[in-house]
Every structure is written in structure tokens, then in C-alpha cells.
């Protein structure tokens, strides 16, 4: 099999287990939520917030990103957020998606769980009628926040179980260990949400054993650290646990100097479940399309492993074996075309 073009790449159907709703508010609709409500940004172009967005890792980040979100204010910002999302997935050809969002980034603003929930599952309700696209929510917990708030964050979710599927950890790694939310991932699962959980993004392999051992994480977001223990390498290939890496995300934020010192595809070798994902699209230059196409650019990607990533990313996804099996049949049909 041949190199892919990013056409080729485009083309592919694809699956996202890894993007923060408040990550893909891209500059141009920041500017038209700020306006429409009445929000005075600290920049005075689109350009300037681009210009804005360099990171030496991701603490950097996230004063930007937090900030950024304050203009998500009613039921319809969230709405248009999602929407716009969900646009750009179908332009790309991502056939299925678990997004994750952070309610307490807006309950800590007087903004109420309701308005943010209802927001994001209209638009996910008409993903799926308008553009077939399929999904399934994650509601993170910000780690850098206390256990007691986490706590009162999932009594808010119960009254939404029904449009919520699964609890994740997020926001600043460092410091901030899974052990400090046991008791509330015990909860979550206990009310029948999935779990899964950043870890070994910047901070320690450690920290992948704590989220499979203590939160029962069932994927590893980011897990790139694992690298760094192969007792762990062993057990997340023996019990095939997913890691939802997600490459620019990576050089982006320095948990990788260049792209082509990324190490997603040794990864792939070793026969990790490792999978293709965008994070926060609109603050590290690109969507699914554009993750692929770095690997291609910089690590010599082929169709083969690019398929593979693809098969895992469905077999890590929540969704039931029928919407699976339609997913497999979407992309046999485009490898065989
Ligand atoms: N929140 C949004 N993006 C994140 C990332 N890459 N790591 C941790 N928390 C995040
Ligand atoms: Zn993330």
C-alpha cells in the first residue's frame, strides 16, 4: 500500500474518541458568541488570538482555553459550538464521535448544568439525524478542582444520565494524581457511566497505572508516558487498553519536540490499541484530518496503519455492536473502493 495524500486521508472514515467541545470554539465564532453577548474579548482580531496561541506545555494552554470558554454563555452558544463541530466532522468524514465536555469551566460562572447539557445534546441529537454521524458524551471532571466539587458536579449529571455516557479526568495532570477522585469514579460507575481519564500526557507512567487500578479507567486518554514503563507497555497490550493519542495536540503543547520524534507509531507496532484523535482542534492548527496527515508528513504513515488506527479507535468506541459493525463496514468499503 501506498503513501496517503491527505485527500486520501480526508476521504477515510473516521472515528474521534478524544476532543474537548470547549477545545474546537475556533477564533471566528469566539468573536461572534463575545459580540452576541455582549463580551469584551482582550484581542481585537482573529489573527491576534491565533497569534496568541503558542504553548510551552499545558498549563499555558489552558489559561487561554478557560478564558476562552467565558464567552459560552446560553443554552444556543453551547448549541452553535457543537454544531460547528459536528460540521467540520462531516467534512472530514468522522462517522462517530465521544466528545468531551467540562461543565464545572461554566457552573463555576453561574452558567447552570442544564443550560450547558441541553445545549450540546440538541445539536448531537441533529448531528445524528442530519449527518448520520453517531456519538456517545463524556462529562470531565477538572482535576486541578477539589474532590468535594467533583462530586457535587456528578449529583448535577444523575438528572441527565440518559444524555451522558461516560465520566473523564482532565485539565492540569501534574499534581494533581487520579487517586484524588477514587471515590468519585466509584460513584460514576456505580450510576452506570463509563469511565475514562487523561494520563501520561505530561505527567508520570504512574499515573496510568492510577487511572486503570484506582479509577477503573477502561482508556487512557493521551498515554503517551507509558512508554517510560515497560511492566505497563506489557499490561496495556495484554489487557488491550485503548490510548487515545492525539499527535498535534503533543508538539503543540512540547510533550514532543518535533513531530517526527512522536512515537504513535511505535506504539502502533508494539501492538498498543493506540488511536488518531485532535484534542483541541481549534487551539492546535487541526482536525482529524490534519492529525493523519502530520503522520503521513512526518513518520511515513501508510494505508495500512492508517486503517488500523481507524479499527481501533471502533473497537475502543462505546457504541453497541450494531452501530460497530456499520462503522467496520464504512471503512472495508472505502479501503476496497
Ligand atoms: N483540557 C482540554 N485539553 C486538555 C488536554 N490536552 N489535557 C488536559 N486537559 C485538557
Ligand atoms: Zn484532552
Redesign the pocket.
Known sequence: MSKPSYDWLNKLPKVEL???LE?SLEPELMFFLAQRNGIELPYKSVEEIRSAYQFNNLQDFLDIYYQGAEVLQKEQDFYDLTWAYLQKCHSQNVIHVEP?FDPQTHTCRGISFETVINGISHALEDGEKKLGISYQLIMCFLRHLSESDAIETLRSAEKFIDKIHGVGL?SSEKGNPPEKFTRVFAKAIELGFKSVA?AG?EGPAEYIWGAIKELKASRI??GVRALDDPELVTYLIDEKIPLTV?PL?NTKLCVFRDMSEHTILQMLDLGLKVCVNS??PAYFGGYMTENFNELAKHLSLSKDQAKMLVINSINASFTDEVRKAELYNSLNSFINS
Do not use: N
Open positions: 478524544h476532543l474537548h477545545g468531551f482532565d487523561h500526557e486518554d493521551h492525539c495536540s484534542d483541541d
